[in-house]
């Protein structure tokens, strides 16, 4: 089985096909049919942005997201409702385009899980469960949480994490893979970056990457014309969660606790948003879902 | 249903769903004015010390209305407030007996088919179709600019905030 990879030039299938090799059989790729010249030139252009120190290219870093929501989708569906997914596609990708990383191919959903909680991978793809979007009040509060969300993705935190997680040398490794077209041999390495990706779902960020998407959340929510407070009505709907249940346990064991934020928000915000407070909370176009049983 | 009629619907729908909502008990992070509108120099009707219990009737703004045990009204700011959790038997969520431990992912309780542990995280399996349709449901961005615009909502030149001073530990930029 493959996953369509019409949309990158050859040089990124090179490396995108050592990612996926990490991640299951089903994704595998057949590594005897690619062109070695090409592939010796992805690697000269992948190995000088690593001695450059760089980010991971973007091209790649879309990839490795792509990877990380085929695993979260394969622990939860996308709700099937595409009126409700259109429209958070749409209150997403405008915030995002208020955001430093606007050229990303943002992708939002909404997944088939009662759990409250919400996740974002590199490259611009942004999961809020069912749970969580249930208790929204307004459309300022679903924005509130997809630019925290965002908020992440536009300061690579994610990416940092999983170098920091996989070791500074998983791109190296990643690379070498490819050139010595070892595949399977060398897929350990590869197999360290995608468990370090998924270990930011279940382990979680930084509790300063967190206070930082809570920050850069709200100011996304005022750019895009929202009330910068709907973020804050959310911490408050999860502070009045009940800790024991295990709708929140993977979400409040990877964050800070909701009062924290609150905390830290407050010392950040002060009253320096209040000017954007009268922005929109209620629409008319907020999708409702009937909770599920 | 007509024009009237899905306005009347969705004006029912929003009554039932406040209806629902309101009531939420929170207390008092600080010291905080109780104000007779939801504005920083609106007459102050009370001043509550921190831990007041108070009633969270609706958010407006940087603002929650509010009413005191007893019977104050107005308006304090929502940064201010602080939900309780837990001690209060909310119907929507069943407490477990069990306490909450952080980091504690060990829990294999059977969480029913919509549950989503940690455990079921890594072990699931990646699901290509999934991906593709997530493609399929992205917008353009003239789609969201201009679905945006028909909501109300018109970009602004906001700043980003800098961490709080009292903020240590923030000094994790690598470049």
């Known amino acids: 089985m493959r996953i369509s990879l019409r949309n990158f030039t050859f040089r990124h299938v090179a490396l995108a096909c050592a990612l996926a090799a990490g991640s299951s059989a089903a994704l595998a790729f057949d590594f005897g049919k690619l062109d070695v010249d090409r592939l010796k030139k992805a690697i000269d252009i992948g190995g000088k942005a690593i001695k450059a120190g760089k980010d991971i290219p973007q091209a790649e870093e879309i990839r490795l997201g792509d990877e990380l929501a085929a695993k979260v989708l394969g622990a939860a569906p996308l709700v099937e409702n595409a009126a409700l997914q259109r429209y958070v596609n749409q209150v997403g990708l405008w915030l995002a385009l208020q955001s430093e990383r606007a050229d990303l191919p943002w992708r939002f959903g909404v997944i088939e899980s009662s759990d409250v909680n919400a996740f974002s991978m590199p490259g611009g793809i942004v999961l809020i469960t069912r749970g969580m979007y249930e208790r929204f009040r307004n459309e300022g509060e679903l924005a509130g949480v997809l630019a925290h969300e965002i908020g992440h993705v536009v300061e690579r935190h994610q990416l940092r994490q999983i170098q920091k997680a996989a070791g500074n040398e998983w791109k190296a490794d990643l690379i070498q893979a490819v050139a010595e077209e070892k595949g399977n041999k060398d897929a350990k390495n590869i197999a360290k970056a995608l468990t370090a990706g998924m270990e930011i779902f279940t382990r979680g960020l930084d509790r300063k990457d967190e206070f930082a998407a809570d920050r850069a959340g709200v100011v996304l929510a005022a750019r895009g014309g929202y009330n910068p407070y709907g973020l804050v009505g959310v911490l408050q709907t999860l502070g009045d969660l009940n800790a024991a249940d295990s709708r929140v346990a993977l979400m409040f064991a990877t964050h800070p606790s909701p009062l924290d934020r609150q905390d830290e928000l407050a010392s950040a915000m002060g009253e320096t948003l209040d000017t954007y407070a009268g922005g929109v909370e209620s629409t008319r176009r907020f999708v409702t879902l009937a909770p599920a049983k | ?175």
């Open chain 2, 1 to 175: 249903m007509n024009r009237y009629g899905k306005t009347l619907l969705a004006a029912l729908l929003l009554a039932l769903a406040s209806d629902a909502l309101a009531g939420e008990r929170a207390t008092l992070a600080r010291d905080s004015e109780l104000r007779s509108k939801a504005l920083g120099d609106a007459p102050v009707v009370a001043r509550l010390k921190a831990s007041t219990a108070v009633t969270i009737d609706s958010r407006v703004g940087a603002w929650a209305k509010v009413t005191t045990a007893d019977r104050k009204a107005g308006y304090v700011r929502l940064l201010n407030l602080r939900t309780q959790s837990a001690q209060k038997g909310n119907s929507g969520v069943g407490a477990l007996a069990s306490a909450f431990r952080t980091g504690s992912s060990g829990q294999s309780v059977a969480t029913g088919v919509k549950g989503m542990s940690a455990e079921q995280l890594t072990a699931a399996e990646p699901s290509p179709a999934q991906l593709a349709k997530l493609a399929e449901l992205r917008e353009s961005d003239a789609q969201a600019r201009s679905t945006a615009a028909a909501a109300g909502l018109a970009a602004q030149t906001v700043a980003y905030l800098p961490p709080p001073a009292t903020g240590s530990d923030d000094n994790g930029k690598d470049d």
